[in-house]
């Protein structure tokens, strides 16, 4: 498209425009000054991690000392973009806008606790992420292991949780205002009740004057 064409479309869908250039740059400010402080979060990643390895491998190992982690044939060390804290960061930014975005059809206040399921679900994720990059790599292959793998498989899990989040959240009554049952048919149901009420009344009189 020419660049006049881009303009034309940007004008016409400014609030847009305006809305995505926030959360892009929002969502970097937020993981960028998360990764700063990584520190608190890196002994917890190294401790999942081991206990991850343990279930599949018999010669984990894991040196805190040394922020070390892996088996005798593959190992890897838990450096600060390797903590979490980034995704950590970039859902917890992306579930303030989703829950904003999508107020009037979410059920408040129980939609807030979405955002810490997720922070955790996507700090999870990020050490399932290195155990099973140190499994590839003893096992497979370490340049896969420490090639694409490694790189992608972060974003993926990201995306993975992101839309899993939204999804279940629009689909759960929970969570979500949409799925509860509208006055019609709630109105439609009473009608039911009060024919069968006298019914079941009569049936039960009936029964006590045999009796």
């Given at each position: 498209m020419p660049a006049g064409a881009w303009v034309r479309l940007a004008r016409e869908n400014s609030t847009v425009a305006a809305a995505g250039f926030i959360i892009i740059t929002g969502s970097w400010l937020v993981g960028f000054f998360a990764g700063r402080a990584w520190e608190p979060l890196q002994g917890p990643t190294l401790r999942a991690v081991y206990w991850l390895l343990r279930a599949f491998a018999q010669d984990?190992?894991?040196?805190?000392?040394?922020?070390?982690?892996?088996?005798?044939?593959?190992?890897?060390?838990?450096?600060?973009?390797?903590?979490?804290?980034?995704?950590?960061?970039?859902?917890?930014?992306?579930?303030?806008?989703y829950l904003w975005l999508f107020r009037?059809?979410?059920?408040?206040?129980?939609?807030?606790?979405?955002?810490?399921?997720?922070?955790?679900?996507?700090?999870?994720?990020?050490?399932?992420?290195?155990?099973?990059?140190?499994?590839?790599?003893?096992?497979?292959?370490?340049?896969?292991?420490?090639?694409?793998?490694?790189?992608?498989?972060?974003?993926?899990?990201?995306?993975?949780?992101?839309?899993?989040?939204?999804?279940?959240?629009?689909?759960?009554?929970?969570?979500?205002?949409?799925?509860?049952?509208?006055?019609?048919?709630?109105r439609e149901a009473k009608p039911v009740a009060r024919y069968l009420g006298p019914l079941m009344a009569l049936l039960a009189a009936v029964g006590d004057i045999q009796n």
């Open positions: 984990a190992l894991c040196q805190p000392g040394e922020h070390l982690v892996g088996t005798n044939e593959f190992n890897v060390y838990i450096f600060p973009a390797c903590t979490g804290y980034e995704g950590i960061g970039l859902m917890g930014f992306f579930m303030a806008v009037h059809r979410l059920r408040f206040p129980r939609a807030f606790i979405l955002i810490p399921c997720a922070v955790l679900i996507i700090w999870f994720l990020n050490s399932v992420r290195i155990a099973l990059l140190v499994l590839i790599g003893t096992h497979v292959s370490s340049e896969i292991a420490l090639g694409g793998f490694h790189s992608q498989t972060g974003w993926a899990a990201f995306i993975a949780v992101a839309l899993g989040v939204v999804g279940v959240t629009q689909r759960t009554a929970f969570f979500s205002l949409d799925m509860l049952p509208s006055p019609a048919e709630t």
